[in-house]
C-alpha cells in the first residue's frame, strides 16, 4: 500500500496554485457526490488534490469554515486490503466505497483513531 495524494481543502483552487511551485494539472472535475469542485495536480513525485466546497451542504464545507487547508491522505489499496486496514486499526468508515470522478475509481473514507480523515483507493479495473 502506497500514498497516492493528500488532500487539502480551498477557499479558491485558482488563487491557491499561485502559490504553489511547479505543479501541472493532472484532471479538474465537478463532483456531485461532493458537492466541490476537485483539481489533481502532480508536483514533482506527488499527487496533491485540491478541493473547494461549493455549497453549505458540501461534505468540506464546515472544515472550510474552519479555516481549510491539510484535509487527508488517501492511499492506494484494493478494497480487501482497504477494508483489512479499517478494521484492524479500528477506524470508522463515513463513507462507504463511492465512484469518484477525479480519479475515476472506488474511494471510500475513514477516520482514524487520530480523528484523521484517510481516504483509499481502489485503482482496480
Not at 464545507?61 to 482497504?82: I, R, V
Not at 479500528?90 to 484517510?118: G, H, Q, S, T
Amino acid at each position: 500500500m502506497r500514498v497516492h495524494h493528500i488532500g487539502y481543502v480551498v477557499k479558491s483552487i485558482d488563487r491557491y496554485r499561485t502559490n504553489l511551485i511547479n505543479s501541472e494539472i493532472i484532471k479538474e472535475v465537478y463532483d456531485e457526490t461532493q458537492k466541490a469542485n476537485l483539481v489533481l495536480l502532480k508536483m514533482d513525485n506527488i499527487y496533491i488534490e485540491l478541493i473547494e466546497p461549493k455549497s453549505e451542504d458540501s461534505f468540506t464545507y464546515k472544515f472550510l469554515q474552519k479555516g481549510g487547508g491539510y484535509h487527508h491522505l488517501c492511499y492506494e489499496a484494493s478494497k480487501q486490503e482497504a477494508e483489512d486496514l479499517i478494521n484492524q486499526k479500528k477506524m470508522i468508515k463515513v463513507l462507504d466505497w463511492v465512484y469518484a470522478p477525479l480519479l475515476d475509481a472506488k474511494v471510500c473514507f475513514a477516520y482514524n483513531r487520530n480523528k484523521e480523515v484517510v481516504e483509499f483507493v481502489c485503482l482496480e479495473k
